[in-house]
Nanobody
């Protein structure tokens, strides 16, 4: 089993910055990808950043040039630097870790951390 614990959320004014962290522990295996998602009230969970095992990153247009995903050298921990935050960025943010499992892969999720951006 893999456990993911997010931290770094909080309340920030529009235009401010936050850095989220996600620490992984347990049965850590080969990484397929690591990512951050968010879910606002009444909305579906959406991808905000992803990094694959070959280092490629992917961002939706809504956060491109404002959010940056990174990871440490062990691929155990991941981070999300969020700059120029907007009220519409308010959501619960979740980290996801996808590991190879047999011939496929398996997703692990953290419990989420609240980010609130005031106008």
């Amino acid at each position: 089993q893999v456990q993911l614990v997010e931290s770094g959320g909080g309340l920030v004014q529009a235009g401010g910055s936050l850095k989220l962290s996600c620490v992984a522990s347990g049965s850590l295996g080969s990484i397929y990808s690591m990512g951050w998602y968010r879910q606002a009230p009444g909305k579906q969970r959406e991808l905000v950043a992803e990094i694959t095992s070959d280092g490629r990153t992917n961002y939706p247009d809504s956060v491109k040039d404002r959010f940056t995903i990174s990871r440490d050298g062990t691929w155990n921990n991941q981070y999300l630097q969020m700059n120029s935050l907007k009220p519409e960025d308010t959501a619960v943010y979740y980290c996801k870790r996808t590991q190879f499992w047999g011939l496929g892969s398996y997703d692990y999720w953290g419990q989420g951390t609240q980010v609130t951006v005031s106008s």
